[in-house]
């Protein structure tokens, strides 16, 4: 069993709709990110959190430690947020990473 | 600031070929990584470094080297490449805490075929 597992894998939606993206893990972190990585290959860091909930424009990150389950929520999706995101945990200063889940959002 | 690039971004080699992939940071971070990244597993790391002159040895290390001799660069070789090498291979670098709240910072990726 995956330490950090993420699901769904393949999400496919229309634009506009709200999307939930869910990463549960098993092992003890000091801190759980969320990445995007655009088709091309970049990757970039979203969100980093230890706790509660961040917000940055359409996106909504959230963690609950005793749970070990962690969202990523995107409001209001646009095709433009199509792009896989990968969930990962911060244990000891080395990154643990789930599989990743592949969105694509249709006009 | 370029930020984290990585030389070359894309490669092919034959089975028993070397080669050394380079990273560059201009952000003076104290850690960086080596990943690499296969369909259906997720990224992998494969060795890291907390500083210049030290490196460890990451959960895939077998068959790669490393070498931090600036703070700034980050080298992973490939002594004899063999096809189980095949893969998009990413750096990336993050400052040092003592939280580990460390975002990390990634590279383009390389794009690594051995025939």
């Known amino acids: 069993k995956n330490e950090v597992e993420q699901s769904p894998q393949n999400l496919t939606a229309q634009e506009g709709e709200f999307i939930t993206i869910n990463c549960s893990y098993s092992v003890g972190i000091s801190a759980l990110h969320w990445l995007q990585q655009h088709p091309g290959g970049g990757i970039v860091s979203l969100f980093m959190?230890?706790?509660g909930k961040k917000k940055h424009g359409r996106l909504i990150a959230t963690i609950n430690i005793q749970e070990k389950h962690s969202s990523l929520h995107i409001t209001a999706s646009h095709p433009r947020d199509s792009a896989v995101y990968i969930c990962?945990?911060?244990?000891?200063?080395?990154?643990?990473f789930g599989q990743g889940t592949e969105l694509s959002v249709k006009p | 600031n370029a930020g984290v690039t990585q030389t070359p971004k894309f490669r092919v080699l034959k089975t028993g070929q070397s080669m050394t992939l380079l990273c560059a940071q201009d952000?003076?971070?104290?850690?960086m990584y080596w990943y690499r990244q296969d369909p259906g597993m997720g990224l992998r790391l494969i060795h890291y470094?907390?500083?210049?002159?030290?490196?460890a040895k990451g959960e895939v290390p077998d068959g790669y080297n490393v070498s931090r001799l600036k703070k700034q660069n980050f080298l992973l070789g490939l002594e004899s490449a063999a096809p189980s090498q095949t893969s998009v291979y990413f750096c990336a670098s993050s400052t040092y805490s003592r939280s580990s709240y460390n975002e990390q910072f990634f590279g383009p990726g390389t794009r690594l075929t051995v025939l």
């Open positions: 959190l230890s706790s």
């Open positions: 952000m003076n971070h104290e850690y």
């Open positions: 990962a945990v911060n244990q000891g200063g080395k990154l643990i």
């Open positions: 470094s907390v500083g210049e002159g030290t490196t």
